[in-house]
């Protein structure tokens, strides 16, 4: 089975701009985690998309939102780039998103905001 | 809330000796623990779990980990260490319910440097 996937893996932008990254999970795979990674917070949980409702929410603002498609693919959305968002996006996905299910990781995309 | 501890920023063990990376954790409930490494420009990489049963838990490469419930503890461990293992490790803790979803807390991590 293919791992899962994220595009794309680096990105530039600039402060202010909006940008839009993309996570497909393993085959059969139904629930998306998004978390955040940076040299100085660590890994952060952003949210969890399950049969396309997200389900769980963390500590970020509105700025960052995130959908699921009826594929189970999912994007996340980040609007008003602040410097502080450059970091590595992780995307994992489980079965179901049960507390037994083990969460796989994708390669992650390294965003740079200048 | 959930919380995990990493208490070593950094492990440093010569090849072929054992390697102890520590992790403790906090969370109401019954814990589902998880170990990851993560090498350089790369995503996580799922090590093991432990959901319930035996406190040895064996998982990949060679690694396995000792679930201590009176030490809220999950230390990963491996008896020979490879130069190749030499990464960061991650521990975290599941928390889930059925309406709240899924999400992993991690610990900051424990870089593993392992010299010839």
């Known amino acids: 089975k293919a791992g899962v996937t994220q595009t794309p893996r680096y990105l530039i932008k600039t402060r202010g701009q909006q940008v839009t990254l993309s996570c497909s999970p393993i085959?059969?795979?139904?629930?998306v985690s998004w978390y955040q990674q940076t040299p100085g917070q660590g890994l952060q949980f952003l949210f969890e998309y399950f049969s396309e409702t997200q389900r769980n929410k963390g500590n970020f603002p509105g700025r960052f939102s995130g959908r699921q498609f009826s594929n189970s693919r999912s994007e996340m959305n980040v609007s008003t780039l602040e410097l502080g968002d450059s970091a590595l996006y992780l995307c994992?996905?489980?079965?179901?998103?049960?507390?037994?299910?083990?969460?796989?990781f994708g390669p992650g995309t390294r965003l740079t905001v200048l | 809330a959930q919380s995990v501890a990493q208490p070593e920023d950094q492990v440093n063990v010569a090849e072929g000796n054992p390697l102890t990376v520590k992790c403790t954790y906090s969370?109401?409930?019954?814990?589902?623990l998880f170990w990851y490494v993560q090498y350089p420009n790369r995503g996580l990489q799922f090590l093991l779990k432990?959901?319930?049963?035996?406190?040895l838990v064996k998982g990949s490469y060679g690694f396995e980990a000792e679930f201590n419930k009176s030490q809220t503890s999950f230390h990963l461990k491996k008896p020979s260490a490879l130069v190749s293992d030499s990464a960061l490790y991650f521990c975290a803790v599941r928390v889930w319910g059925k309406s709240s979803g899924d999400k992993l807390t991690f610990g900051t991590g424990t870089r593993l440097a392992v010299r010839p």
């Open positions: 432990y959901i319930t049963g035996d406190n």
């Open positions: 085959s059969g795979h139904r629930s």
């Open positions: 994992a996905s489980s079965l179901e998103g049960r507390g037994t299910d083990t969460q796989y």
């Open positions: 969370v109401s409930g019954n814990p589902y």
